[in-house]
């Protein structure tokens, strides 16, 4: 396991630990899961990606009344949905810190989770774990213009069986599907965004028209 993954896992499972501290009774999830790879056509720009720290590290916790202190970690499922997820949307990506950056990308793509609940029946009438999440993706030129903001949400339900644990994991994994389906999908279409790609497209056409005129001057 590379390093920093070692030191992610361990600061996940220092929160946790922490968490049992604070309750006499928690419950403790740590989502992980294989994300499928988008069927999508590349699309034609080199983009930055931001992923912050928190991200990577991104733990939930909640006590809810007359029951447990619930500790959620998705910092691993955050990465394992993204990194692919991103490689197969852009023509080339790389990983930037902040921006203003490297003028030869196109755009940098910032990501962060803004909102993340869950719901656990506490009664015998409800058999179903529900959980509600939203992303927000920040483009940027790189010189650190704002191009627009798109938050993306999904849901995810699983019906509830012997451990709740485990419904409350298949719940988060279903939402974060769907948001990695919407991201792969819509984000071409956001209006903002189609504009700010055709203007790309349209920059990449006048540079190679400048680049063939002056070889055939030379020539």
Request: contains cysteine; glycine residues 4%.
């Amino acid at each position: 396991m590379p390093i920093l993954s070692r030191i992610r896992s361990l600061r996940v499972w220092s929160a946790i630990a922490a968490g049992v501290l604070l309750a006499a009774c928690s419950s403790n999830v740590i989502v992980e899961s294989k994300f499928p790879s988008p069927l999508v056509e590349a699309l034609p720009v080199r983009m930055g990606i931001i992923i912050p720290e928190e991200l990577y590290n991104y733990i939930y916790q909640e006590e809810i009344r007359d029951e447990s202190l619930w500790t959620i970690a998705l910092g691993d499922a955050n990465v394992a949905m993204l990194n692919p997820l991103y490689s197969k949307m852009f023509r080339e990506t790389r990983k930037v810190n902040a921006v203003p950056t490297d003028e030869s990308l196109d755009g940098v793509l910032k990501t962060t989770l803004e909102k993340f609940e869950f719901d656990v029946p506490v009664n015998e009438k409800n058999k179903f774990v529900e959980v509600w999440i939203q992303y927000q993706l920040t483009l940027f030129e790189p010189n650190g213009n704002q191009v627009v903001v798109w938050p993306v949400s999904g849901y995810g339900k699983h019906q509830l069986g012997h451990s709740r644990q485990d419904a409350v994991q298949k719940a988060a994994v279903t939402a974060m599907r769907e948001v990695g389906a919407a991201i792969s999908t819509k984000f071409a279409q956001q209006p903002q965004i189609k504009t700010w790609l055709a203007e790309k497209q349209h920059e990449s056409t006048a540079a190679a028209g400048v680049t063939t005129a002056q070889s055939e001057a030379k020539n």
